[in-house]
């Protein structure tokens, strides 16, 4: 099978690395004990806890538009969209990437746009066809995502969640960060 090039991404806090062409031998968690502290470390970095605190603040922004706050609304998702910056930034210029990282930043991109356009719809501000639409695209790409992933390892599906040993790292084409701003 043809492997997805991850040599790019760093495992940030661990002494692993991403497996290559050269050598298909790869390392593999031993427990999920140590898989579940592989994800741990890869979290601490700082890309990546600022990119936690954005998916922690939908509800916050959820409950200001549900609640008519729409100015503190508005600074809010200004506030997530700089987060959203910061991250990208500090993960390419500090080298802090990780494979983590790289699902977790479209996840919360995704988990806020919905979450946002769902209070949007319930506030009667968006109309529900359009919400369907938007949903369902999201759902739509997550499930390929996982489905892609699933198919480019072992039959099992185990290295889906490994971030050591996943042989796709998500990269955001250009028109996908243009989609994501507008």
Not at 26 to 54: A, F, Y
């Amino acid at each position: 099978k043809k492997r997805l090039n991850t040599s790019s991404c760093r495992c940030f806090g661990t002494s692993r690395s991403p497996p290559s062409d050269d050598n298909e031998e790869t390392t593999t968690p031993t427990s999920k004990q140590e898989l579940l502290e592989i994800w741990l470390q890869q979290l601490k970095s700082p890309p990546n806890l600022i990119t936690l605190s954005r998916i922690l603040s939908t509800p916050v922004l959820s409950y200001f538009i549900i609640s008519s706050h729409y100015d503190w609304a508005l600074y809010g998702c200004a506030a997530a969209g700089l987060t959203d910056f910061l991250d990208g930034f500090l993960a390419k210029r500090y080298n802090m990437n990780t494979v983590l990282g790289t699902y977790l930043d479209p996840l919360a991109d995704k988990i806020l746009i919905n979450v946002l356009s769902i209070s949007l719809w319930y506030s009667d501000i968006l109309p529900t066809p359009l919400i369907v639409l938007w949903f369902g695209r999201d759902v739509a790409l997550m499930g390929a995502t996982y489905l892609l992933v699933k198919s480019e390892t072992k039959s099992d599906g185990r290295f889906v969640v490994d971030p050591v040993n996943t042989p796709l790292k998500v990269e955001p084409t250009n028109i996908i960060k243009i989609n994501t701003v507008f």
